[in-house]
T-cell receptor
């Protein structure tokens, strides 16, 4: 069983739409959670951390459900520049990160 | 923000040869760096944790004699793929944690090295 699982998508949405997707993680002892963004053939870049109470960063909202072991990301008012692969990332008790395979989002004009 | 570079960005080599990839932290010292590998449409998989001045810690299933890691200074870690085979073709990415700050848990990733073994 993979440590972090994501719906690969793709999610194809028009500009201005809202898109949301989840990931699940298998280790209940996981301590920290993140969403990274990866553009085609580039390195991942941190989008935002995910806190238990849920948090927003501009048009991006992240939620964590520890009981069900899933994390969500919602993007409001999608922009063309939001087209990317979004990686769900989990950290256990040190700096090692476990990555999901990513959810691909394509925003069309 | 912290900058991590990798060299080369792309390399093509023949089967059986060895390839060295460099990972440098440009504006900070990194006692710990990480090496990942990513196959197409798959997740980044941690290969090993590189510790300055000591042996690397390899993840289960990663052959330490095939993937040699050297972290001889606080700004440089190298990964050498020895006796490369076509199945080693992949995107290799390094990362480091910067003591300069940044957001919690943020690892700064190098731009990656795309290795193709023919």
């Amino acid at each position: 069983r993979k440590e972090v699982e994501q719906d690969p998508g793709p999610f194809n949405v028009p500009e201005g739409a809202t898109v949301a997707f989840n990931c699940t993680y298998s280790n209940s002892a996981s301590q920290s959670f993140f969403w990274y963004r990866q553009d085609c053939r580039k390195e991942p870049k941190l989008l935002m951390s995910v806190y238990s109470s849920g948090n927003e960063d501009g048009r991006f909202t992240a939620q964590l459900n520890r009981a069900s072991q899933y994390i969500s990301l919602l993007i409001r008012d999608s922009k063309l520049s939001d087209s990317a692969t979004y990686l769900c990332v989990v950290r256990f008790n040190d700096y090692k990160l476990s990555f999901g395979a990513g959810t691909t989002v394509t925003v069309r004009a | 923000g912290a900058v991590v570079s990798q060299h080369p960005s792309r390399v093509i080599c023949k089967s059986g040869t060895s390839v060295k990839i460099e990972c440098r932290s440009l504006d900070f010292q990194a006692t710990t760096m990480f090496w990942y590998r990513q196959f197409p449409k798959q997740s980044l998989m941690l290969m090993a944790t590189s510790n300055e001045g000591s042996k690397a810690t390899y993840e289960q299933g990663v052959e330490k004699d095939k993937f040699l890691i050297n972290h001889a200074s606080l700004t440089l870690s190298t990964l050498t793929v020895t006796s490369a085979h076509p199945e080693d073709s992949s995107f290799y990415i390094c990362s480091a944690i910067s003591p300069l700050g940044g957001r919690e848990g943020e690892q700064y990733f190098g731009p990656g090295t795309r290795l193709t073994v023919t």
